[in-house]
């Protein structure tokens, strides 16, 4: 992860493609 901080759209977007793999991962 890179410490500088993201546009928020650029945090959303990342979140919505990252968080559907990490609750698949975790079932």
Same mark, same amino acid.
């Given at each position: 992860? *890179? *410490?500088?901080?993201?546009?928020? +759209?650029? #945090?959303?977007? =990342?979140? +919505?493609? #990252? #968080?559907?793999?990490?609750? =698949?991962?975790?079932?």
């Amino acid at each position: 992860m *890179s *410490s500088e901080q993201w546009p928020a +759209e650029q #945090v959303r977007a =990342h979140m +919505e493609a #990252v #968080v559907p793999k990490l609750a =698949h991962w975790k079932k």
